[in-house]
T-cell receptor, first 113, second 114 residues
Framework: GDSVTQMEGPVTLSEEAFLTINCTYT??????LFWYVQYPGEGLQLLLK?????DKGSNKGFEATYRKETTSFHLEKGSVQVSDSAVYFC????????????FGGGTRVLVKP | EPEVTQTPSHQVTQMGQEVILRCVPI?????FYWYRQILGQKVEFLVS????????KSEIFDDQFSVERPDGSNFTLKIRSTKLEDSAMYFC????????????FGSGTQLSVL
């Protein structure tokens, strides 16, 4: 079946450090890929997405590139802020197979001033 | 930005009791979902709902679970006879249309079954 694997946290960084969160997937079809973010006390919010190979999703300084050859969708940000402290979820959806999202386990990121 | 609202934020119940988790999706959305996350595990899909019927459900969503949109605004998840293993954070989500990738999530209801 479809699955998403992302690095376990917590990841603790200093402000302005470089952040990478690895995400790899296995899928029975051609997936769309997503990163969701959950800030403390809030619901999951779509951070960025990519729907085909070599697409780059970007938002709020975060980027992720859909790499079909390595089945990966790693999240990166060049200079994190304290406000980026959150839990980040990688997810996939097979458009031809319905609406459900398959999530990774989430990675907690803590940015210290 | 519009929000999906879930109530209550925390629910404690005794094993075997029925619980109803409530959600108010965004008003012009047409597709509704429930997901859950057991502590330390992945967020898992439970069910999707469109046009007043279930469009997809997971293996988790057995006969103990049901969903309803009773009045055109609320979207509820009912667990008829709760088990300890139903303890989890339950997320409601909605989408405006099937081809729109943006799913809006509520902040969740933490269900604790004692």
């Amino acid at each position: 079946g479809d699955s998403v694997t992302q690095m376990e946290g917590p990841v603790t960084l200093s402000e302005e450090a470089f952040l990478t969160i690895n995400c790899t997937y296995t899928a029975t079809g051609y997936p769309s890929l997503f990163w969701y973010v959950q800030y403390p006390g809030e619901g999951l919010q779509l951070l960025l997405k990519a729907t085909k190979a070599d697409d780059k999703g970007s938002n709020k300084g975060f980027e992720a590139t859909y790499r079909k050859e390595t089945t990966s969708f790693h999240l990166e940000k060049g200079s994190v802020q304290v406000s980026d402290s959150a839990v980040y979820f990688c997810a996939l959806r097979i458009p031809a197979a319905g609406n459900k999202l398959t999530f990774g386990g989430g990675t907690r990121v803590l940015v210290k001033p | 930005e519009p929000e999906v609202t879930q109530t209550p934020s925390h629910q404690v119940t005794q094993m075997g009791q029925e619980v109803i988790l409530r959600c108010v999706p965004i008003s012009n959305h047409l597709y509704f979902y429930w997901y859950r996350q057991i502590l330390g595990q992945k967020v898992e899909f439970l069910v999707s709902f469109y046009n007043n019927e279930i469009s997809e459900k997971s293996e988790i969503f057995d006969d103990q679970f049901s969903v309803e949109r009773p009045d055109g605004s609320n979207f509820t998840l009912k667990i008829r006879s709760t088990k300890l293993e139903d303890s989890a954070m339950y997320f409601c989500a909605s989408r405006i249309e099937r081809t729109n990738e943006k799913l809006f999530f509520g902040s969740g209801t933490q269900l604790s079954v004692l």
